[in-house]
């Protein structure tokens, strides 16, 4: 049994090294405009796997190294940065991958939608 365990620990170490890579993967490619928020993110990863380095358990493993793979997805597909231009105005560029998801195109000269809720002019829903 003990062979099983060492042989199962092994495999967890080693998907917990692959999250841990994919993680600042994501993070050097969403931040790679902002060495200080790179920064943070990295230390902050690092933090959190020291933290949990001797957990043993292999289902708090598992959720753990869950959660490292869930934040590396959310920063690549949900993450984006501006910054304030010369016109004062904020600019986001976004990221290739980003433009394949179905985000929506964000155009300020476009005309201005209803201040009305959900889709309709409350004047003419009321008749």
Known sequence: EYM????SNKKMSSAALKAYSRLLRAQRNVFRHD???L????????KRFLE??????PEKLQK???????????LS????????????????KLRPELL???????????????????GGNKSASSS
């Open 39 to 46: 920064e943070a993110a990295r230390i902050e990863s690092r």
């Open 4 to 7: 099983g365990s060492c042989e």
């Open 52 to 57: 949990n380095g001797a957990e043993s358990d």
């Open 100 to 118: 394949n998801q179905g985000v929506v195109d964000f155009h300020p000269d476009a005309p201005k939608a209803s201040s009305s809720c959900c």
């Open 77 to 92: 597909s949900s993450v984006v940065q501006g910054q304030v231009n010369a016109r004062n105005s904020l600019e986001i």
């Open 64 to 74: 753990l190294i869950e959660m490292a793979d869930d934040a590396a997805t959310y």
């Open 35 to 37: 060495p200080r928020m």
